[in-house]
Antibody
Framework: EVQLLESGGGLVQPGGSLRVSCAAS????????MSWVRQAPGKGLEWVSGISGSGGSTYYADSVKGRFTISRDNSKRTLYLQMNSLRAEDTAMYHC????????????????WGQGTLVTVSS | QSVLTQPPSVSGAPGQRVTISCTGSSPNIGAGYDVHWYQQLPGAAPKLLIS???NRASGVPDRFSGSNSGTSASLAITGLQAEDEADYYCQSYDSILSASVFGGGTRLTVL
């Protein structure tokens, strides 16, 4: 069974940094691109970032470009999102999600999703 | 404002048929990019319902179906059941933004 388990969320001050993680199991990790999708409280879904199976190609939404960095450690089957210069509007549940193939294509679907880790940016 | 536009809410009685629209434009649905649909039950993570316009995900009943036409897509749910009450999101790709994009979501209420 495919499982994605996020961790690392918490309360951080504006301007601060945080790294969230996603531990994957139940599938060949390197054969699938991965993404982060966030959901602000009471709001809709927003794609944040994607990464290819090898980790060699990364993609970002304009809202986080230059502040967030996606990476993966394939030996640990773990996906990361390093978030710097955090703003109040980054407050959200951050979900990791698996893509269907190894290279990341923005028109592919996300399946499955992890339960998410909550990041709150507030002073 | 979302790149893909969905109605904020729809409702229907048990057994009825409802449709949820997802309206895009030339750089996304109109360019031929696939549309996918997700169901989010209260307090849960989103779950893939339909991929590639009209391919049901594993375990999804055939009461759910998707369709595309021009710059829009639709999700149809027939034989409405109480357990279908959830938020539904469409997703595609926008070539100008170079990003995956979601609709704003539609809350389905089963009366």
């Amino acid at each position: 069974e495919v499982q994605l388990l996020e961790s690392g969320g918490g309360l951080v001050q504006p301007g601060g940094s945080l790294r969230v993680s996603c531990a994957a199991s139940g599938f060949t990790f390197t054969s699938h691109a991965m993404s982060w999708v966030r959901q602000a409280p009471g709001k809709g879904l927003e794609w944040v970032s994607g990464i290819s199976g090898s980790g060699g190609s990364t993609y970002y939404a304009d809202s986080v470009k230059g502040r967030f960095t996606i990476s993966r450690d394939n030996s640990k089957r773990t996906l990361y999102l390093q978030m710097n210069s955090l703003r109040a509007e980054d407050t959200a549940m951050y979900h990791c999600a698996k893509g269907p193939i190894a290279w990341w294509r923005g028109w592919d679907w996300f399946d499955p999703w992890g339960q998410g880790t909550l990041v709150t940016v507030s002073s | 404002q979302s790149v893909l536009t969905q109605p904020p809410s729809v409702s229907g009685a048990p057994g009825q048929r409802v449709t949820i629209s997802c309206t895009g434009s030339s750089p996304n649905i109109g360019a031929g990019y696939d549309v996918h649909w997700y169901q989010q039950l209260p307090g849960a993570a989103p779950k893939l319902l339909i991929s590639g316009n009209n391919n049901r995900a594993s375990g999804v009943p055939d009461r759910f179906s998707g369709s595309n036409s021009g710059t829009s897509a639709s999700l149809a749910i027939t034989g409405l059941q109480a357990e279908d009450e959830a938020d539904y999101y469409c997703q595609s790709y926008d070539s100008i933004l170079s990003a995956s994009v979601f609709g704003g979501g539609t809350r389905l209420t089963v009366l």
